[in-house]
């Protein structure tokens, strides 16, 4: 079974500029995550979709930070403008439907903004 | 003060000792427990997974939740120079807790490294 795939792998950005970031989960995983981990720190979470719909965008700096699922598969995360403390890795999880809701993680884009 | 606390090391054991990895949390809400290891520069995965009290063992790996302490630990045997990376407690609360309830929170990582 494939994992969950993120793209790119690095990016170096200088602030003030945008970027994007994609994710495409597990086949059939109906909800997706996408966590912000800052080095040193555990995994925050940003932006909880079921299906293309969001469930919980409480954590999501909204004046910068923007997230789609289309379709309800794949997701793009997206940063206009980036700041120097947007510097992290960008994780994308995803789970099947239902109370264990075991979620599984893609290795991450790392953003380093100069 | 943080929902869920982690001491975050560096621990360094040698080859075959017993780790004790712990959190403690202040949210009552909190019902599922995991534990997740984290290589350098890949996605956590999951190590172990609990519901509400109690143990659970797998292999050289031993969860533990005390849920009237509001402290969970993570005991590795014989451990190994594989077991190197970051290990990530987390929780979240039940699916009644409205629908935001996938939300996982993390502890901040404890750093181990087995040396041979």
């Known amino acids: 079974e494939a994992g969950v795939a993120q793209s790119p792998r690095y990016k170096i950005i200088e602030k003030r500029q945008s970027v994007a970031f994609w994710c495409n989960p597990i086949?059939?995983?109906?909800?997706l995550y996408w966590y912000q981990q800052i080095l040193g720190q555990g995994p925050k979470l940003l932006i909880q979709?079921?299906?293309?719909?969001?469930?919980?965008d409480s954590q999501l700096p909204k004046d910068r930070f923007s997230a789609e699922r289309l379709k309800g598969v794949d997701s793009t995360l997206k940063i206009q403008p980036a700041k120097l403390e947007d510097s992290a890795v960008y994780l994308c999880?995803?789970?099947?439907?239902?109370?264990?809701?075991?979620?599984?993680f893609g290795a991450g884009t790392r953003l380093s903004v100069l | 003060q943080k929902e869920v606390e982690q001491d975050p090391g560096p621990l360094s054991v040698p080859e075959g000792a017993i780790v004790s990895l712990n959190c403690t949390y202040s949210n009552s809400a909190f019902q599922y427990f995991m534990w997740y290891r984290q290589y350098s520069r890949k996605g956590p995965e999951l190590l172990m997974y609990t519901y509400s009290s109690g143990n659970k063992e797998d292999g050289r790996f031993t969860a533990q939740v005390d849920k009237s302490s509001k402290y969970i630990s993570l005991f590795i045997r014989d451990s190994q120079p594989s077991d190197s990376a970051t290990y990530l407690c987390?929780?979240?609360?039940?699916?009644?807790?409205?629908?935001?309830?996938?939300?996982?929170?993390f502890g901040q990582g404890t750093i181990l490294t087995v040396h041979p």
């Open positions: 999880a995803s789970s099947l439907r239902g109370a264990k809701n075991i979620q599984y």
């Open positions: 987390a929780m979240r609360r039940d699916h009644a807790g409205g629908t935001s309830y996938g939300k996982l929170t």
């Open positions: 979709f079921q299906n293309n719909g969001v469930v919980d």
């Open positions: 086949s059939g995983h109906a909800t």
